[in-house]
């Protein structure tokens, strides 16, 4: 087998079950001779060799043999007489082309006609990827619609001399063992040093699914107009131009500045290579730098040489890449987004009838995999976004879809002199919305405090705080608070200090941190389960002045701070001689404003020392505005206290 060939074979093994298949269909209307179709279909499958591949372990070594005796034919199923034979058909190919596929056994290409209506069928195919790859899958369709054609019209098909998989596997350890492809690795080498993790919309990563959620549109008129008046006036590709607005993109929606994006390329440098079948696609980074001060123009150039240089030395294979860069090939399965130039022609002719060619599949998509079909023949171009589904529900990538195309058409109108970072990534209702969650009129400033007494007024015997069979009222928990607050406010506590709050998840945690911001403090809420030397440096960085904590826990907390242990007898009895009635900022050690801090909380430290982020009053106030109106929260919502109390998740 070739290089290409292992590569796909490993990868099939590291996916398990999920098929790395080519499936794709043309949309008839008309009579199609299935007959003769099948003929056709068999003499492709001979002169390409690929049609009839199958696997054989050899002591241990893989090798391709073509046998066509284990052709099949063409499968014929009739669909009109589901309820809706068009859905039916589909759901069909869907599973069909996500069945799990024994190498070594299983036929490797099948071929079928679905017929959706009497004059409307479906003509599918699915190979294994390491048969045959996307180039070759379309090559060897439109031979087979040539000797289709030309059997229609009773002439004889133009010859085509194409290479064999044995010639083929020739011309790639030629390749691999000669001077090109120690420059194409020094190149390669040179080019990814330093290469960065790859960019994700999702910001993480999932398993991979079979199969891809899909957001699909074509370019409105004026904006396909644009695209092919920037190519003309760059003297440029569709390529480099749907690239650099894809990095754009890339880099105002996540806020990096190194964008790297996977580009699958055919990988056939010679004309022998592009008229015959066999599996040599590869896939190859393409990296851009995306400074504060890039234009539009400068970016174009960036990607035009990056793409030159890269289909110069396309044949140095993904695994190499990854091979010499210490990655593991497996788990960085692409280099970041995948952007696909699909070939122009999608329309097949067989004999009178015109098809459309559906691609429904390319392989597995592990993130993002965006799709642009050229214009031809009057259509505009189309753009899909293929995606996995573990990563990005439908609403989200629709979404993000729509937000491209809408960036693309900013990118495309403004000037080459204009800089990607002044591009506009929010569209004129999201801006709207921004604003208005900006501290306008629609939100007054207010004070947590405030927040907490018009939450106590609702119903002052509706349960606020329940644990198991323990309950606390709005009420309860308003005076018992309250009552703490002047507690804290005797210990000098006030407006800017900050409180730390040693408990867990327990209405005793509820209780000091409604008390600590009734004082104008800032509560710094600290998971006692943590590792000491967490909790000593969140401690010493707050500065804070007092701690709330109670029995269970005071002999394991850092001693410099003074703790206040709230649930002994003798604590409970100084609580309940306090006044309970309302606390302003008479009250106060200072007075309370909006721009004061209401709360204190630090990161993981996963990257480094934990950092203290401050959180204001007014800050504070426009979250819980947004959530009251996104949840729609009334006194009978219930919220679960799930995370720690050290997470933000928890305020």
Known sequence: MSAAQQGIWFAQQLAGELPITIAQYVEVFGELDINLLEAASRTAAREFGSGFLRLVDHDGELYQLVDDSSDGGILRIDFRAEDDPRVAAQQWMRREFSTPIDLLHDALAL???????????????????????????MTLMQRIAELYSASVAGVDAPPLRVLDPAQIVEIDSAYRNSDRFEADRRYWAERTSGLPEPTRLAGRSAPIDAHPRVASAALAHDVAAMLDSVVAKHNSSAAPVVVAALAAFLSRMTGRS???????????????????????????????????????????????????????RQRYRREDICRDLGRDSSRNRSFGPTLNIMPAGREIRLGPHL????????????????????SVSGTTTHIDFQANPNLYDEDDLDRHHHRFLSFLDRFLSADAGSRVGDLDILDTDERRQLLDRTGGPAQPATTLPQLLATAAAHDRTTPAVTDGDHHLSYEQLDTTSTQLARILITEGIGP??????????????????????????????IDPNHPNDRITHMLSDSRAALGLTTTQHATTLPAPLPWLIIDTPDFETRCNTMDSRPITDTDRIRPLHTTNTAY??????????????AVTHQGLANLAAEQRERFTTTPDSRTLAVASPSFDASV
């Open 111 to 137: 071929s079928s006609v679905l017929r959706v209506g009497d004059r409307h069928c479906y003509w599918y195919s699915r190979i294994h990827h390491i048969a045959l790859d996307g180039y070759g899958a």
């Open 496 to 525: 800017e200090d900050t409180v730390a709050i040693a408990l867990p998840r327990s209405p005793n945690a509820v209780l000091a941190i409604w008390a600590t911001t009734k004082t104008g403090a800032a509560f710094l809420p």
């Open 355 to 374: 098809g459309r060619l559906h691609v429904l599949t390319s392989g597995l998509v592990d993130d993002l995999f965006v799709n642009i079909y050229p």
């Open 600 to 613: 204190l909380l630090y990161t993981s430290g996963s990257t480094g020392t934990p950092k203290g982020v």
């Open 258 to 312: 190194d964008i790297v994006l996977s580009l699958p390329v055919s990988a056939r440098t010679t004309a022998p290579l592009r008229r015959s079948g066999g599996m040599v696609a590869n896939v190859v980074p393409v990296q851009l730098e995306m400074g504060a001060d890039v234009t539009i123009g400068a970016l174009l150039k960036s990607a035009q040489l990056e793409l030159t240089g890269a289909l110069r």
